[in-house]
């Protein structure tokens, strides 16, 4: 059996020499197994073990006795051991937690310390082949997509604080029984962790009634079988993972608040299993983390697409996707605040001309001025400088949000549209029309500052313009300098 896990151990490129590894023994079965085969390891290899034991607070004396073994094993092998003291219970407490996640959340942060203050760079797990199958099993049952159905993989990367280290599972290539007739055969002793025995914890049930189950009543590789489609998820995970990783990038957009959005012209044409990675990449990054994001909040907001504007989802950590004209965009909670007290409705300013004026609403300065038009010049075609008829404006210049009544000319004829009706035409989203910036003559809209360049027909330059209103939009940190 050692071969088969030192085979293992090479086929994934986990140990190299000098190594520092952190290793996790609990004192079961499984975590001895694996402190014997790095022990072996070690023999013909230059790395150094750590043995780091966690007290859970839970078991009491029981967890006691592990302690001291654990500790007996260590000095047995000279290798250095360290040990914390945890009340899980407490901590699942205070943090809303089951006892069976604070206890994990509880360990990793230990090897996590240990790999740090010994200047560790891998940290061994004693998972093995039963593992990946109840973890297919557990995820499948909450519901989950292709990764969580890919089960464990042999080596991975996690971060703690600003270094990143590798973790290794050298006995994934193992099941339990074998773990079990190897220490047997070479008479090693180890604990038995009554917890395990019992259903408090949802993998325990999975352990002890549905795998045994399947194995006793169904196929005796039950166990094999599930982990070799776990394998095979894993390669189409890799392979769906580096489109959806392209896709990703190309597709969401992140707004100056936080906020992701893509556009759904764009995203309908990729394939529906790209959709759904990058809808979930998207839940993730915008939460911190993909616990809790479930197979059926990427359905959810999936099926916004073909929705109504304004349609909107709720998700977990505080997440809401809403349906616009054209995109799709995910905040959390929140963010509408963050809108308004950043972009919200702008105090009406009468222009003084020349003059400058901030605009806070785009970050931008608007510099106002009376030039003498020269008819040899061109008329500016891009969307930071407008000229306008000075001697066709009626009232006072005024740059604001919307009013009731407002309306823009669209045609040199003198056909009127109703401002509300031109955002309608625009696909503006209902909740950012009070905040679109505008310059008014009365109730008449000079210009639709940064939607489509437009502005109205009434006050556009011709043969018979005799004097321009320059208006230019300059960035406000350019402006400064």
């Not at 325990?204 to 795998?211: A, D, F, M, P």
């Not at 400058?356 to 970050?363: D, S």
Request: charged share 30%; glycine share 6%; aromatic share 8%.
């Amino acid at each position: 059996m050692f071969s088969r896990v030192s085979e293992y151990i090479d086929q994934y490129k986990m140990i190299e020499k000098g190594d520092r590894i952190a290793v996790g023994v609990s004192g079961g079965a499984d975590s001895v197994c694996l402190l014997y085969m790095l022990f072996e390891i070690g023999k013909y290899m230059d790395i150094n073990l750590i043995v780091v034991h966690i007290n859970h607070g839970i078991r009491g004396k029981e967890g006691s006795l592990d302690e001291d073994y654990v500790e007996g094993l260590a000095k047995a092998l000279k290798l250095e051991y360290i040990c914390f003291h945890e009340d899980v219970p407490a901590i699942a407490k205070v943090e809303g937690l089951s006892e069976e996640e604070a206890g994990r959340n509880v360990r990793y942060q230990s090897f996590f310390k240990v790999a740090l203050d010994r200047n560790c760079n891998k940290i061994a797990i004693a998972h093995n082949k039963n593992d990946i199958a109840e973890t297919v099993l557990f995820n499948l049952f909450r519901g989950t997509g292709i990764k969580g159905l890919s089960g464990i993989l042999p080596v991975s990367k996690r971060m703690y604080g600003e270094k990143s280290y590798t973790i290794i599972r050298p006995l994934l290539c193992l099941e339990r029984e074998e773990i079990e007739l190897y220490l047997s055969d070479n008479v090693i002793s180890y604990h038995i962790d009554q917890t395990n025995l019992g259903d408090d914890y949802s993998r325990n049930k999975i352990r002890n009634h549905i795998l045994s189950y399947a194995k006793d009543e169904i196929n005796s590789n039950a166990v094999s079988h599930i982990v070799r489609a776990s394998l095979q998820l894993q390669e189409i995970d890799r392979y769906i993972d580096a489109l959806a990783d392209a896709k990703y990038h190309e597709l969401i957009k992140e707004d100056e608040k936080g906020a992701l959005y893509f556009d759904i012209e764009e995203f309908d044409k990729l394939d529906i299993v790209i959709q759904k990675e990058v809808i979930r990449r998207a839940m993730m990054n915008l939460a911190g983390k993909l616990k809790d994001i479930e197979s059926k909040h990427v359905e959810e907001v999936l099926s916004l697409v073909h929705k109504q504007v304004g349609k909107m989802v709720n998700l977990p950590y505080e997440m809401i996707a809403l349906k616009e004209y054209s995109s799709i965009r995910l905040y959390k909670e929140g963010y509408e605040e963050l809108v308004d007290k950043g972009l919200g409705p702008f105090n009406p300013v009468t222009l003084e001309i020349p003059g400058q004026y901030y605009c806070q609403n785009i970050h931008m300065i608007l510099e106002v001025s009376i030039i003498k038009y020269d008819k040899n010049q061109s008329v500016p075609k891009n969307s930071c400088t407008k000229w306008f008829d000075y001697d066709k404006i009626e009232n006072t210049i005024v740059l604001r949000t919307r009013n009731k009544g407002d309306y823009i000319e669209i045609n040199d004829s003198g056909g009127r549209k109703k401002l509300k009706d031109y955002y309608i035409d625009q696909k503006i989203p209902r909740n950012q029309r009070d905040l679109k910036l505008l310059v008014a003559d009365g109730s008449h809209i000079m210009w639709v500052i940064g939607q489509g360049d437009r502005i109205s027909e009434k006050y556009k330059v011709n043969d018979n313009t005799t004097n321009i209103l320059l208006m230019k939009l300059i960035n406000a940190e350019d402006y400064k300098k």
